[in-house]
């Protein structure tokens, strides 16, 4: 008869075997995760990088006043609203001679973005002593000039089967012959907003309606859920139903999916209150009532953290309960209430969902000034991009995204870096 020695000695071959299939298995999903997570930022970055580049075609443009429709000593008014076009239309003839059909001239036209008028627009604006010269001005090329000089236009294709004519791939040969195509950062991602036409772009207007937003949570959430922290943690009554109800249904509430607030937010702020659609105000007021379970609970974890001795020690000198807590317990248990509050916010900053529940999908153009204004936020900036039918939107979308990841994994790194300055071992 076996002991119980052998038995078991009987069996430690296929434990270490079950061990090493474990830790085999766990690797392997580790090795499997990562491997996904980079094919999908590599394949985020290849595409979203050419987006930082645009194509420019340099025109000497004879800003004459004939040309402009304006006397030599036009009013600011009249600078505004003379004729650029022509003159921007003048200047490629001249590059480009001869070109008669109609068809020709209207692809002619097609081959700068329609900014380039404006581009004249704001020069002569900024500098009326330009009128009657002739300036070298390096202007926008059309979004389809554009993807064709970053590769995604096969120009042996058949004629029918791009979107650039022959003619015109004729004149983009003689114009970079001439050193008048070049490939120059793209200011304009940052600088200007929405736009229809893709080489005019940029995500100025989202950012700072991210921003807004931003700030409307913040200044919400934070105070309010650390104030709801310190009640159930440090002044509620413990074993006390209505408090237990509450804690149940923050808890509950960490997993309510987001869409919901943004439902909850369309019947009380727009359609209870009158609050204005497309607002950072009401996107804020959303965007608190879903980061606000997250910094509760975290608040709460962070308070609990401080060991009791503390609290013991206050009151023991007669430090009373409000003094104890706000004096001693607050500001040791803040790091950990500063990383789940910047884990919420960077939460509430690549939310999508709830935000289009209350029109904040709309196009804006201009950027806004102040929580009423109308606005976006780059989330849904990138949704609107994505649904658009430009192949130079595509670009745009992987640019958006790589300029929101920057900021979410800024964010949870500061969160970390909080935790790792100002953690305490007890």
């Given at each position: 008869?076996?002991?119980?020695?052998?038995?078991?000695?009987?069996?430690?071959?296929?434990r270490y075997a079950k061990e090493k299939r474990f830790r085999f298995y766990g690797?392997?999903?580790?090795?499997?995760?990562?491997?996904?997570?980079v094919l999908l930022l590599t394949d985020i970055t290849v595409k979203g990088l050419p987006a930082f580049s645009s194509t420019y075609i340099k025109l000497d443009v004879q800003l004459d006043a004939p040309t402009l429709g304006v006397s030599t000593d036009a009013?600011?008014?009249?600078?505004?609203?003379?004729?650029?076009?022509?003159?921007?239309?003048?200047?490629?003839?001249?590059?480009?001679?001869?070109?008669?059909?109609?068809?020709?001239?209207?692809?002619?036209?097609?081959?700068?973005?329609?900014?380039?008028?404006?581009?004249?627009?704001?020069?002569?604006?900024?500098?009326?002593?330009?009128?009657?010269?002739?300036?070298?001005?390096?202007?926008?090329?059309?979004?389809?000039?554009?993807?064709y000089y970053k590769g995604n236009i096969d120009r042996t294709a058949p004629e029918a089967d791009r979107r650039i004519k022959d003619f015109q791939l004729a004149w983009l040969d003689k114009l970079e012959a001439e050193g008048r195509i070049d490939s120059q950062f793209n200011t304009t991602f940052f600088t200007r907003g929405d736009s229809r036409e893709p080489e005019q772009a940029g995500?100025?207007?989202?950012?700072?309606?991210?921003?807004?937003?931003?700030?409307?949570?913040?200044?919400?959430?934070?105070?309010?859920?650390?104030?709801?922290?310190?009640?159930?943690?440090?002044?509620?009554?413990?074993?006390?139903?209505?408090?237990?109800?509450?804690?149940?249904?923050?808890?509950?509430?960490?997993?309510?999916?987001?869409?919901?607030?943004g439902l909850l937010g369309l019947a009380v702020?727009?359609?209870?209150?009158?609050?204005?659609?497309?607002?950072?105000?009401?996107?804020?007021?959303?965007?608190?009532?879903?980061?606000?379970?997250?910094?509760?609970?975290?608040?709460?974890?962070?308070?609990?953290a401080v060991p009791p001795s503390i609290r013991e020690g206050a009151l023991g000198i007669g430090a009373s309960k409000t003094q104890t807590v706000f004096q001693n317990v607050l500001p040791l248990a803040m790091p950990g209430i500063l990383t789940g509050t910047i884990i919420g916010m960077a939460q509430a900053l690549g939310e999508t969902a709830p935000?289009?529940?209350?029109?904040?999908?709309?196009?804006?153009?201009?950027?806004?000034?102040?929580?009423?204004?109308?606005?976006?936020?780059l989330p849904v900036q990138i949704y609107l991009?994505?649904?658009?039918?430009?192949?130079?939107?595509?670009?745009?979308?992987?640019?958006?995204?790589?300029?929101?990841?920057?900021?979410?994994?800024?964010m949870n790194l500061i969160a970390v870096i909080l935790r790792k300055r100002f953690e305490r071992r007890w």
């Open positions: 008869m076996s002991t119980t020695t052998e038995k078991v000695k009987a069996t430690l071959g296929k690797l392997a999903s580790i090795a499997l995760s990562l491997l996904f997570l009013t600011p008014e009249q600078l505004r609203m003379a004729n650029y076009n022509t003159a921007v239309l003048n200047s490629l003839n001249t590059l480009l001679p001869g070109v008669t059909d109609r068809k020709e001239k209207k692809a002619l036209k097609g081959l700068v973005s329609g900014d380039a008028q404006y581009e004249l627009q704001r020069m002569v604006m900024d500098n009326p002593q330009l009128i009657g010269t002739t300036q070298s001005v390096w202007v926008l090329a059309d979004d389809d000039i554009d993807v995500i100025l207007s989202a950012l700072v309606g991210s921003f807004y937003t931003l700030l409307v949570t913040l200044s919400l959430s934070f105070p309010i859920g650390v104030a709801a922290a310190l009640y159930l943690e440090e002044f509620a009554p413990k074993n006390n139903f209505w408090v237990d109800l509450i804690e149940v249904n923050i808890n509950n509430l960490a997993a309510v999916p987001s869409i919901v607030f702020f727009i359609q209870l209150f009158g609050l204005p659609r497309s607002a950072p105000l009401i996107g804020g007021l959303v965007l608190t009532l879903m980061t606000l379970p997250t910094i509760i609970i975290a608040a709460r974890a962070a308070l609990r935000l289009l529940m209350i029109g904040m999908i709309a196009f804006i153009m201009d950027v806004p000034d102040s929580v009423t204004s109308p606005s976006t936020v991009w994505a649904d658009s039918p430009e192949r130079a939107f595509t670009e745009r979308t992987s640019a958006a995204i790589m300029v929101l990841l920057t900021f979410l994994v800024s």
